[in-house]
């Protein structure tokens, strides 16, 4: 089994900054990307940004040029740096890792994860 836990969330003033933290443990093969949602009340859960295990990265329109994700591969960590947050930046931040479990069942196939999620809200 894989579990993400996810860390970082928290209330910051319009203009502020956040880093979010997602570290994935258990069973674990190989991690083919990780990346974050995010889901505001009465709304769907939407990307906001992925990682690939090679470093390639994808950004939500709405917030390339201020979120910056990154990845330390060695721990099986992703972290997502917030800047310049806005009160629509406000929702559940969901972690996401697309992963091949360990373990001796062939052919390894990836599933995905999911964290438990965290809440950035961001108000004056």
């Known amino acids: 089994q894989v579990q993400l836990v996810e860390s970082g969330g928290g209330l910051v003033q319009p203009g502020g900054s956040l880093r979010l933290s997602c570290a994935a443990s258990?069973?674990?093969?190989?991690?083919?990307?990780m990346g974050w949602y995010r889901q505001a009340p009465g709304m769907q859960r939407e990307l906001v940004a992925v990682?690939?295990?090679?470093?390639?990265?994808n950004y939500a329109d709405s917030v390339k040029g201020r979120f910056t994700i990154s990845r330390d591969n060695a721990k099986n960590t992703a972290y997502l740096q917030m800047n310049s947050l806005k009160p629509e930046n406000t929702a559940v931040y969901y972690c996401?890792?697309?992963?091949?479990?360990?373990?001796?069942?062939?052919?390894?196939?990836?599933?995905?994860?999911w964290g438990q999620g965290t809440q950035v809200t961001v108000s004056s």
């Open positions: 258990g069973s674990i093969f190989s991690i083919l990307s």
């Open positions: 990682i690939t295990s090679g470093g390639s990265t």
């Open positions: 996401n890792a697309n992963v091949i479990p360990g373990g001796s069942v062939l052919p390894r196939r990836p599933y995905d994860y």
